[in-house]
Nanobody, 126 residues
Framework: QLQLAESGGGLVQPGGSLRLSCVGS????????IAWFRQAPGKEREGVAC????????TYADSVKGRFIISRDNAKSTAYLQMNSLNRDDTADYYC???????????????????WGRGAQVTVSS
């Protein structure tokens, strides 16, 4: 069974950058589209970015376009989320998730993803 594990979260100042990693184990990660979701206190979980299994197609939420970059290295069974120009609205728990369809949809629906990591806390504060 595929397992996912996030790392790289922490505290960062407004305007700063942070890179999250998502490592897959158990199955080959290149069979899955990988997405990043986030959930802020008191809010529902929302899709942030998605990358197809081959890396050829990428989708971003409007709130992070131009600031965040999703990428993957299938040889290392790892996906990444580079987060730049962070602001306090980016504070949330961040999760990576895997979709066996291998493709990304426009809405990044939560129920499309069968496997989830346990989350990484990102706090943006001065």
């Amino acid at each position: 069974q595929l397992q996912l594990a996030e790392s790289g979260g922490g505290l960062v100042q407004p305007g700063g950058s942070l890179r999250l990693s998502c490592v897959g184990s158990g199955y080959s990660l290149d069979y899955y589209a990988i997405a990043w979701f986030r959930q802020a206190p008191g809010k529902e979980r929302e899709g942030v970015a998605c990358i197809s299994s081959s890396g050829s197609s990428i989708t971003y939420a409007d709130s992070v376009k131009g600031r965040f970059i999703i990428s993957r290295d299938n040889a290392k069974s790892t996906a990444y989320l580079q987060m730049n120009s962070l602001n306090r609205d980016d504070t949330a728990d961040y999760y990576c998730a895997a979709d066996p369809s291998r493709r990304c949809t426009v809405d990044m629906g939560i129920y499309l993803f069968d496997f989830w990591g346990r989350g990484a806390q990102v706090t943006v504060s001065s």
